[in-house]
């Protein structure tokens, strides 16, 4: 697609799959970027077989289709992953079993419609341009807060996946050096101090030391660290839990030193934050922004970008991948 061209993509449907560490999100996607029919599956825990997750994705595909009379023209997948330059090829993803998977071939030996591949946190960011909170923003990074972080690249609508397609992991920067252990084999990543995993792990350990700071939310689980979730910490800060919202002003004070980094490096018109963790709003991003503005170089002398919630929840990986496969099919 041309740069800065924003043309309707006619009224073709598409179906978007959104594969994160934890759901494999569906959807029939307009053109106007509407999910007009969705499902929803469990990420196959730790599959040990790539063929698990391709199942779960096929009979999501099937379901969808069901739900139609208007046969979609493309399908498209977030996978959440290292994604090769090709959009076909899964080359590694942390949270699930993928090493150099054949993703789209495998699909398309059961699916009969054109599947394109790509990084879920391109497609989210794609949406948000097209769709959402960055629409007018011509140099957008994307920082996806979930199990991890994902992120991504947009200039002058083309979406910059690298030489080799994995442009983009910021969640994998070392940001501590010798820091806590990461699933990608490193140590003290982005992701492991600015994540949901992060909040999460942080919190459990204080149930688990019997913490008087963390009684509030050891209720929530009668004591059962294990049982501890992020939407459970944000709900408990919302609530006016102290400690819960300490917790997420730490990850909003690390996201802030990471945004930094990548201003120095992209120099973006905007930060657009998605992911399950953004939905504790200005209790992250204001610790966020306060910390941006203080590690950032040259602050004082130079232009900030904007650093706004994503618009479209958890539906912008599943409609952004529609939309991308959509123009790759339309555009060919």
Not at 46 to 52: G, L
Not at 187 to 211: D, F, K, P, T
Request: overall charge negative; some cysteine.
């Amino acid at each position: 697609m041309s740069a800065n061209v924003k043309p309707g993509r006619s009224d073709e449907l598409a179906i978007g799959i959104d594969i994160g560490g934890t759901k494999v999100a569906g959807g029939i996607v307009d053109s106007d970027g509407t999910v007009v029919a969705r499902t929803r599956r469990d990420t196959p825990h730790r599959s040990t077989a790539p063929h698990v997750v391709e199942d779960v994705i096929v009979d999501a595909v099937q379901e969808l289709l069901r739900h139609t009379e208007r046969r979609p023209v493309a399908i498209g997948i977030g996978a959440a992953g290292f994604v090769s330059s090709d959009r076909a090829t899964v080359v590694f993803a942390p949270h699930l079993s993928w090493r150099h998977e054949p993703l789209r071939e495998a699909l398309r030996q059961r699916i009969d419609l054109p599947v394109f591949v790509d990084n879920d946190a391109n497609a989210s960011c794609w949406a948000e341009w097209r769709f959402g909170a960055v629409r007018d923003v011509s140099h957008v990074v994307m920082v996806n807060l979930g199990t991890g972080i994902g992120g991504a690249i947009l200039t002058d609508g083309q979406m910059q996946r690298g030489r080799f397609g994995i442009a983009g992991e910021f969640g994998h920067m070392q940001v501590v050096p010798d820091g806590h252990r990461c699933e990608c084999g490193n140590r003290g990543c982005w992701e492991q101090y600015a994540s949901g995993n992060a909040l999460v792990r942080e919190a459990r350990s204080m149930i688990a030391a019997n913490s008087p700071m963390a009684a509030d939310m050891a209720a929530m689980v009668d004591g059962d660290a294990s049982r501890l979730t992020g939407p459970m910490i944000t709900e408990a800060a919302q609530g006016g839990d102290p400690t819960a919202q300490e917790l997420l002003a730490e990850i909003g004070t690390w996201l802030g030193v990471g945004l930094a980094n990548l201003a120095n490096a992209f120099d973006p018109g905007a930060f657009v934050i998605g992911g399950g963790v953004s939905a504790a709003g200005p209790m992250l991003l204001d610790p966020a922004r306060a910390s941006f503005r203080r590690h950032l170089s040259g602050r004082g002398y130079r232009p900030e970008a904007r650093i706004v919630k994503a618009e479209l929840s958890n539906e912008a990986g599943l409609v952004g991948a529609a939309d991308l496969a959509r123009t790759e099919v339309l555009d060919a």
